[in-house]
């Protein structure tokens, strides 16, 4: 079992910063690929950015240049910084892990969300 805790949320006007983090709680780093996606009041849920445990990542269009994914495998957090925040940018974000090493902590686990709210 893999217990995500997010935090980092909050409102920011648009033009702004806002940073998220996501700690795995597990026994040991499991080498999950983490994911954060978002979801909007009566859109449907879609994926933001994702880091492989070899750092490798990828963006979605809308966020790529603006938004940052990293990882601290010491603290099994993952950290998604974004800059340049659009009202398009608000919604609940979603922490997800895939994948891993072993059998105790390999599977598909999702967070609890995270609200983030951009005014114009």
């Known amino acids: 079992q893999v217990r995500l805790v997010e935090s980092g949320g909050g409102s920011v006007q648009a033009g702004g910063s806002l940073g998220l983090s996501c700690a795995a709680v597990?026994?040991?780093?499991?080498?999950?690929?983490m994911s954060w996606s978002r979801q909007a009041p009566g859109k449907e849920r879609e994926l933001v950015s994702t880091?492989?445990?070899?750092?490798?990542?990828t963006y979605a269009d809308s966020v790529k240049g603006r938004f940052t994914i990293s990882q601290d495998k010491a603290k099994n957090t993952v950290y998604l910084q974004m800059n340049s925040l659009k009202p398009d940018d608000a919604g609940m974000y979603y922490c997800?892990?895939?994948?891993?090493?072993?059998?105790?902590?390999?599977?598909?686990?999702w967070g609890q969300g995270t609200q983030v709210t951009v005014s114009s």
């Open positions: 997800k892990t895939s994948g891993g090493w072993f059998d105790d902590c390999r599977g598909v686990y």
């Open positions: 597990t026994i040991r780093y499991c080498g999950h690929t």
């Open positions: 880091i492989d445990s070899a750092g490798r990542t």
